[in-house]
């Protein structure tokens, strides 16, 4: 039996009255996910399956149950590239984004999503507060993450730039940005994310 390696390479950019649609300038996610196997289809274990009308690749590695980890950093680094010249929607780079409120002790991750920090949507005003996010990097150059904190009020705060280092040989790496300020406010906040200022989705937790 053959085994597969689903890699969801696009995410819907945006849904309006039942219809999917396509936003800015963006190409077609099966145009994106064709050119990111044209450019790593050089590794031998790694067969083409198809592409999907949703933009996913299929592939199928010939000695084991996943495609290794040098292609897997391929794909992302050509994925990173298309958001960098307008190709692609930053938010396919978004793996996981949600609110926690502890602070997870390790720069990247390695484990499965099963060991994600548990996801917490209402906090209490004296509640720390840390979004946690889990994005498709490249190994090969700094990321710049950035942070548009939206209050009740509709006030806007930015906080410091991250920047996600070179170092560590998986694609998928993990950050967290502290959001500290006295006697917080009680209602809605939001989160947008940017990827080298590119926005890529808004988030949003309770505070009650």
């Known amino acids: 039996m053959m085994r597969y390696s689903y890699l969801l390479l696009?995410?819907?950019?945006?849904?309006?009255?039942g219809c999917v649609g396509i936003s800015k300038n963006f190409e077609a996610p099966e145009k994106l996910a064709k050119r990111q196997?044209?450019?790593?289809?050089?590794?031998?274990?790694?067969?083409?399956?198809?592409?999907?009308g949703e933009g996913q690749l299929l592939v199928r590695d010939l000695h084991y149950s996943s495609p290794?980890?040098?292609f897997q950093r391929c794909l992302a680094e050509v994925a990173f590239k298309q958001v960098l010249s307008g190709k692609r929607d930053a938010?396919?780079?978004?793996?996981?984004?949600?609110?926690?409120?502890?602070?997870?002790?390790?720069?990247?991750?390695?484990?499965p999503s099963g060991h994600f920090p548990e996801e917490i949507s209402l906090f209490s005003p004296d509640q720390p507060v840390y979004f946690f996010f889990v994005i498709d990097a490249p190994s090969n150059r700094q990321v710049?993450?950035?942070?548009?904190?939206?209050?009740?009020?509709?006030e806007t705060i930015r906080t410091r730039p991250i920047e996600i280092p070179n170092?560590?040989?998986?694609?998928?790496?993990?950050?967290?940005?502290q959001f500290i300020r006295p006697n917080i406010a009680k209602g809605r906040w939001s989160v947008r994310l940017f990827i080298e200022e590119n926005?890529?989705?808004?988030?949003?937790?309770?505070?009650?």
Do not use: M, N
Request: hydrophobic share 40%; charged share 30%.
């Open 37 to 52: 196997w044209q450019a790593c289809s050089h590794y031998p274990t790694v067969e083409f399956v198809e592409v999907t």
């Open 167 to 177: 170092k560590g040989a998986a694609a998928r790496k993990w950050k967290f940005e």
């Open 144 to 154: 710049r993450v950035s942070f548009e904190w939206g209050t009740p009020e509709g």
């Open 10 to 17: 696009f995410l819907v950019l945006g849904i309006t009255t």
């Open 68 to 70: 290794p980890v040098d």
């Open 199 to 208: 926005e890529a989705g808004e988030y949003f937790f309770d505070i009650v």
């Open 91 to 111: 938010k396919s780079l978004v793996r996981e984004a949600y609110f926690v409120d502890t602070k997870p002790d390790r720069e990247y991750l390695y484990k």
